[in-house]
């Protein structure tokens, strides 16, 4: 997308990852905040810019992408709860409305990492995703993405 001459280096999981990046051996890392939050904070990682709409609130004098120079690019991390085909209405129903009453002190928590929970229905996640898939779709075709 911008033209960037960069080598993707498959680590297995992020830790490794970003042991790499604190050593030198990796130049950059494009990672989740929460995965680094400790490593940002205590100034062992420094962040260049995050890839949401929006600054941090865990983080806000990180600029985005958009602030730092480098227009289109975001990668919003999201997480859903998902089950079988087939469950009953009404268990859908019950933990959607479980996960939209979170606790404040579980998301106080989850806001110190960066996370910030928010509750959609199942319809919104369910477009949410196919919306997601799309944006995806269009990145590996674009770029030639191959499995190897």
Do not use: Y
Not at 49 to 72: C, I
């Amino acid at each position: 997308m911008h033209g960037l001459d960069v080598v993707h280096v498959p680590f297995q999981g992020g830790a490794p990852a970003v042991q790499s990046t604190i050593a030198g051996h990796t130049q950059i890392i494009h990672i989740i905040a929460p995965a680094v939050a400790a490593q940002l904070k205590e100034g062992t990682l420094r962040a260049l810019a995050v890839a949401s709409k929006a600054r941090s609130p865990a983080f806000p004098d990180v600029p985005t992408l958009e602030e730092a120079g480098v227009p289109n690019h975001e990668v919003a991390f999201w997480m859903g709860g998902l089950v079988p085909v087939g469950t009953p209405r009404e268990i859908i129903d019950l933990l959607q409305a479980q996960f939209a009453k979170a606790n404040p002190d579980v998301k106080q928590r989850l806001a110190v990492l960066d996370f910030q929970p928010a509750a959609s229905t199942p319809e919104q996640f369910a477009a949410h995703m196919r919306a997601e898939s799309e944006i995806w779709k269009a990145v590996v075709r674009d770029a030639n993405i191959k499995v190897e």
